[in-house]
């Protein structure tokens, strides 16, 4: 059944990516934060994170398991160090982890390795105890290696392919541009069969313009074949698609034979309903008032539909989602998110779930509402060369209150993060102070994560030769060669990081 709804899929992937903008708008960040970038690239940097929590826990954690948790987090400690390639950063990266207790004594180190062709290294004694590095290919992302490795089907992960189309090289969205164009127009064209435009005046005399696109399930599965035939006649996009998908899903998506199977999926695919899009501007400046989209989904996906609305009103944007659920047992339950901007970085709103109506029951079901508050002040610089002071300070907090049906305390999440330097020259070290507190509001329980870190000279990586050397190729493997391992690393790794821990108290 995955099938039957993965060229649907990956048509109106490409549908979307015809109707984006492929320009890259640069944002020239400040000086510090520029410098931190530059040094991060071009040089060294290491950090140290550490932790505390209050004597008092909260009301709702047994106080043993606190006292526990208190005393994992204060004796130990993680440094992080990242290295260059000693020439240029072109040349790969090295980052380590590692755990230690207040003794110093190393209880996990992981090392990540990078080489100069992007294959990643990982190694880790929670994957085992051998020392094994463990490497893939860039044009696999370590998520989707996971997930088409535990997958039933064997089918290449969709979701891999709409990876490696948004992340493809500047220079390959460029010689994309053309055959993106062509799709773009395509669909635009397309799109005006099911528009219709009223222009109205509102209760308080101004004149509103109103966009609505109807789309019936039907006409957009057509649209899909149409689009999929498009695709398989052009030779330069599918030749630039070979450039970025692996071998597999070369064969699974771009094999001139596959196309009459994808109609005849597309055929099979039922939608739970048509596609409604809705846009009101301002007939005076052509400003956007309220936009809406209805969006349904095949009857084997997890969700029924979403709708997303936007508004904007005098206090600020409104953004709201509501999507409902089909598989059991949660078939009918519905999520609701809000966000309404205040202004100034500020947006309240709420996550709300609505659960399904039990069988037989003339009872509504009562929904659960996280109510929150997040503040995210504007970054402030700071750059004073009589004091010597050159400094990005960030800071934000999220307060949330959980239904009352919960009986949590409500609860706040705030961050502050320093990136600064003490000499003006692009040279100097530039160090990072970044600070994440959660507390509940209600006691005096709260737990603080304290990271503090700074650049270095450039130093050679430690165990890229090695990793190099010696690495198992995961992407190498067949599918149920890398599934029985990653089982196997799953089933092991709660057990692993305990036996590590505890071996050093």
Excluded at 64 to 76: H, I, T
Excluded at 203 to 209: E, P
Excluded at 245 to 252: G, M, N
Excluded at 271 to 276: M, V
């Amino acid at each position: 059944m995955r099938k039957s709804w993965i060229a649907l899929l990956l048509c109106l992937c490409l549908l979307s990516a015809s109707c984006s903008s492929l320009a890259d708008v640069a944002v020239k960040e400040s000086t510090q934060l520029d410098k931190l970038k530059g040094h991060w690239m071009n040089s060294s940097f290491q950090g140290t994170l550490s932790g505390k929590a209050t004597q008092e826990g909260p009301a709702f954690v047994d106080e043993v398991a606190w006292s526990n948790f208190r005393a994992y987090l204060q004796d130990y400690t993680i440094s992080f160090t990242h290295t260059n390639q000693t020439s240029t950063a072109d040349l790969g990266s090295e980052d380590v982890l590692t755990l230690s207790n207040s003794s110093g004594d190393v209880s996990i180190q992981n090392i990540f390795v990078e080489d100069h062709n992007g294959i990643r290294y990982v190694r880790s004694p929670l994957l085992d105890d051998q020392g094994m590095y463990y490497a893939f290919d860039p044009t696999n992302d370590a998520v989707s290696l996971l997930t088409d490795a535990l997958s039933e089907n064997a089918w290449p992960s969709l979701a891999h392919v709409v990876y490696a189309i948004a992340t493809a090289s500047e220079d390959w969205q460029k010689r994309a541009q053309a055959s993106y164009n062509q799709f773009s127009i395509k669909v635009t064209s397309w799109l005006q069969n099911y528009a219709k435009t009223v222009t109205e005046e509102d209760t308080q005399g101004r004149f509103i313009m109103t966009n609505e696109f109807e789309i019936p399930a039907s006409a957009l599965l057509q649209e899909a074949k149409a689009l999929l035939v498009d695709l398989f006649v052009d030779q330069d996009l599918l030749s630039l698609l070979r450039e970025i998908l692996t071998v597999d899903e070369q064969a699974a998506y771009l094999q001139k034979d596959m196309l009459w199977s994808f109609l005849s999926m597309i055929d099979k695919v039922k939608l739970n309903g048509d596609i409604t899009v809705r846009r009101q501007f301002s007939a005076e400046n052509g400003d956007v008032i309220f936009e809406s989209m209805r969006l349904p989904f095949a009857e084997t996906f997890p969700l029924k539909e979403a709708t997303v609305t936007h508004s904007v009103q005098e206090d600020g944007d409104l953004w709201q989602v509501r999507a409902e659920l089909t598989r059991e047992p949660y078939q009918g339950a519905l999520i609701d998110l809000s966000a309404q901007s205040m202004g100034s970085g500020v947006w309240v709103g709420e996550v709300k779930w609505t659960p399904a109506p039990a069988k037989d029951s003339v009872e509504e079901p009562k929904p659960l509402t996280f109510a929150y508050n997040l503040e995210w002040a504007k970054p402030e610089d700071v750059n004073d060369t009589y004091e010597q002071r050159f400094e990005r300070n960030y800071k934000g907090t999220l307060v949330v209150k959980a239904d009352e049906s919960l009986k949590l305390p409500v609860m706040s999440l705030s961050f502050t993060n320093k990136i600064y330097s003490k000499l003006a020259d692009l040279t100097a070290p530039t160090y990072l102070d970044a600070v994440l507190e959660w507390a509940d509001l209600e006691s005096n329980a709260g737990v603080t994560l304290t990271f503090s870190g700074k650049t270095s000279t450039r130093r050679t990586p430690i165990y890229m030769d090695e990793a190099i050397a010696s690495a198992l190729r995961l992407d190498m493997l067949s599918a149920e060669s890398r599934a029985s391992l990653l089982n196997g690393f799953l089933h092991n790794l709660p057990a692993r990081f305990l036996q590590l821990v505890n071996a050093q108290q």
